[in-house]
């Protein structure tokens, strides 16, 4: 018997963003079709199996497969899956070109194949972009390119929407299914409002703690730049902070930033200092806002601050280690953690790069990397620039130094006997702030970010 689904949704880019949506909208009797041009990534979807490792989405779509296979699917046509849907969400990546500006030939070839696919379509069909663009860029490109391939209106035959994600890696699943606000740009009343009514219908009483925010195209835009930008800035901040902690004793960054966070304006959230921000969002969004606002004719010191601060912090971890440990060249030093955060096997803007980049550049070549979920990731990323262990043990055997650089459940149950156990000369630097103080510090030779010995 044919089933007649309420809502029928295209996923054009089956990255963190776009599978995980898929997942979860599949999970709540919405039909996909997900599309992707890679046919590997499409039959491992198809197949029930997650491509890259993200918290909660295998399971996830364990029972979408076990229960519910036929509301997830993934096609390497796109513009069927168009054809074959209502709305259509546009979630391909937007990396950063070699000038650090914002690359958007995927959104520009995804918005031909959806023009293609609209031409052949007399009904009215939605067009969200949830990748993060600049200002403009859903209007002007998007919308532009649609019209003129298609030959259709935007507001009259089909609906346009920018719909920011503030999805947090390593929890993508469960910021989809329980976010903080929904923020809607809108090219009129009539694409945000069939946007919002899909979203009361997939979030039904989630609604009554989450507000939804309907505005104009560019500033949806702007606002998950004004996010991104804000988060990467506070810890920036944090880690400037931490810098001024190291230089007296007696102070601890951890308790000046608890500090700080209960005031009711800021709270504590991404004020953890530590060895830098990473991933596939802060970097790339910084840096686009920045070179899209210098080609305004504006130069932002400020978030060029937030770069070189972060930046640094690869540098300052390896002063860290030699001002412990003397020395390092002709030592092993061991890295605990290589993706940028826990929770995901994401190894893009990782501080771990940066790090192995900074030792290297100092002559230091035995350096050994473990890490949970993204040992594969990292020797792609990393080629043979480290040697990659199985295990903690067999990371820390024979070193002189260790770095903590992804605060993995499985290091925080580590112990300073631990340690010194396992390596030649137990000296350990904590790049995130992950063990107490006090406890490592007269056990082990220890240094810590934003801290330095009590007198």
């Known amino acids: 018997m044919f089933k007649i689904y309420k809502y029928r949704v295209s996923i054009l ?12 909208f599949a999970e709540k009797d919405i039909k996909v079709l997900a599309s992707t041009h890679n046919e590997k990534k499409a039959k491992m979807i198809n197949d029930g199996i997650a491509p890259f490792f993200e918290a909660g989405l295998q399971e996830m779509m364990d029972n979408i497969k076990k229960k519910h296979p036929e509301l997830l699917q993934c096609m390497l046509d796109p513009i069927k899956a168009v054809l074959e849907t209502d709305i ?32 052949q379509k007399d009904k009215y069909h939605l067009v969200v972009v949830r ?21 259709k209106e935007p507001g009259k035959d089909y609906g346009l929407c920018m719909q920011p994600e503030f999805l947090a890696e390593g929890r993508s699943i469960e910021d989809t299914l329980h976010p903080d606000r929904i923020v809607i740009g809108e090219f009129d009343v009539k694409s945000g409002s069939m946007l919002q009514e899909f979203y009361e219908y997939f979030y039904g009483e989630h609604l009554n703690q989450c507000p939804i925010l309907r505005m104009n195209l560019e500033s949806a835009e702007l606002v998950k730049y004004g996010n991104n930008c804000l988060l990467s800035t506070k810890i ?15 102070v601890d960054i951890v308790q000046v930033m608890k500090g700080v966070g209960l005031d009711y304006r800021i709270n504590s959230r991404f004020l953890g200092a530590g060895v830098g921000f990473g991933g596939s969002c802060f970097h790339k969004d910084v840096n686009a806002i920045k070179a899209w ?24 971890i390896v002063d860290l280690a030699e001002e412990l440990a003397g020395n390092l060249m002709g030592k092993k030093v061991s890295l605990l953690g290589l993706a940028f955060k826990p929770g995901t096997d994401d190894m893009r803007e990782a501080a771990s790069i940066r790090v192995v980049n900074e030792l290297i550049k100092r002559g230091i070549k035995n350096i050994e990397g473990y890490d949970p979920k993204a040992n594969e990731k990292a020797a792609i990323e990393l080629g043979d620039k480290i040697k990659f262990a199985d295990s903690i043990e067999q990371v820390l055997k024979d070193s002189e130094c260790a770095l903590l650089i992804t605060e993995w459940d499985e290091f925080k149950k580590l112990t300073p006997e631990d340690f010194k156990k ?3 000369t137990p000296n350990l630097v904590d790049g995130r702030r992950l063990y107490n103080y006090e406890i490592f510090n007269k056990n082990l030779f220890f240094r810590a970010i934003g801290r330095i010995n009590l007198e």
């Open 88 to 119: 259509s969400m546009i979630t391909q990546g937007t990396p950063m070109r070699e000038d650090k500006s914002i690359d958007l030939s995927y959104i520009e070839s995804t918005a031909r194949e959806i023009g293609e696919a609209l031409k």
């Open 293 to 316: 606002s210098k080609s305004k004719g504006y130069t932002s010191r400020l978030l060029e601050a937030v770069l070189d601060i972060n930046d640094d912090q690869a540098v300052h």
């Open 422 to 424: 396992h390596m030649k």
């Open 13 to 24: 880019g089956t990255g963190f963003i776009g599978l995980c949506s898929a997942a979860c």
């Open 131 to 151: 990748s993060t663009v600049v200002p403009g860029t859903t209007r002007n490109l998007v919308g532009k390119i649609i019209k003129d391939v298609s030959g």
């Open 236 to 250: 920036s901040y944090a880690n400037e902070f931490a810098n001024f902690a190291e230089l007296v004793p007696n």
